[in-house]
């Protein structure tokens, strides 16, 4: 009678520790765990106001000019290893694919539960930091743009929401969710300060809006 009432004793113990960790699962993480912690709304503003302001221009861009999705440790590249940063439970193969795992965008407040559902993200998307500068780097810098994993640059969000973003700045495009627009503009301004770019008026005055309500 003792071995029984013991083993009762695991097994509801068993199912109680499964359900916890399925809670776990369907929690999603909270935004700032989705990308490097931008800084402070009082230094973006001082960023902000140092960074040049400049009529963009497009002339001679290629997305092939941005070598990304580099390897960055073993068989893991740019994307794959955003994917383990963002996630939950996040199980790779032996190629470093995503097999399972649950993904938070905070763009949208979306989970998903597919790898393939997630785009990873240029906060500051590619051909405007071309518009705006980059298009005098060296091929490398540019790389290293592409692939930066320790500025707030990279970020997993649900992929159509990425494609509708586009090459958009925040003059035209920010997240829906509206809680996470201060941690993206501080983000933006950080990007835009570290590699010398410039912002348009436009953008530099939506960013100015944004940055005095965060």
Same mark, same amino acid.
């Not at 996630?87 to 995503?98: K, L, M, R």
């Not at 559902?117 to 810098?141: F, K, M, N, Q, Y």
């Not at 700045?169 to 301004?189: F, I, N, Q």
């Not at 990007?191 to 960013?207: I, R, W």
């Given at each position: ?27 999603? *993480?909270? =935004?700032? +765990? ?8 009082? $230094? &973006? @503003? ?78 500051? *998307?590619? =051909?405007? +930091? ?8 060296? $091929? &490398? @810098? ?73």
């Amino acid at each position: 009678m003792p071995k029984l009432y013991a083993r009762r004793r695991l097994s509801i113990l068993a199912a109680f520790t499964g359900l916890i960790a399925s809670a776990a699962l369907f929690n999603p *993480p909270t =935004a700032s +765990a989705a990308l490097p912690t931008p800084v402070s709304a009082a $230094t &973006a @503003r001082t960023y902000l106001a140092s960074l040049t302001v400049a009529a963009e221009n497009r002339t001679g861009y290629s997305r092939d000019l941005f070598p990304h999705w580099i390897t960055i440790s073993g068989t893991c590249n740019t994307r794959e290893t955003v994917l383990k940063r963002d996630g939950s439970n996040v199980v790779t193969d032996s190629a470093c694919a995503a097999t399972s795992g649950s993904w938070y965008s905070p763009y949208d407040g979306a989970t998903w539960t597919a790898a393939s559902d997630l785009d990873i993200d240029h906060l500051v *998307p590619l =051909a405007e +930091a071309w518009d705006s500068g980059a298009s005098a780097w060296t $091929t &490398a @810098r540019r790389q290293s743009f592409a692939n930066d994993l320790t500025r707030p640059q990279l970020i997993a969000v649900t992929d159509n929401v990425n494609q509708a973003k586009g090459d958009q700045d925040p003059a035209t495009w920010m997240p829906s969710l509206s809680s996470y627009r201060c941690t993206y503009v501080r983000a933006w301004v950080q990007v835009k300060y570290y590699y010398g770019l410039s912002v348009d008026s436009a953008e530099k005055s939506a960013l100015t809006g944004y940055l005095n309500n965060c």
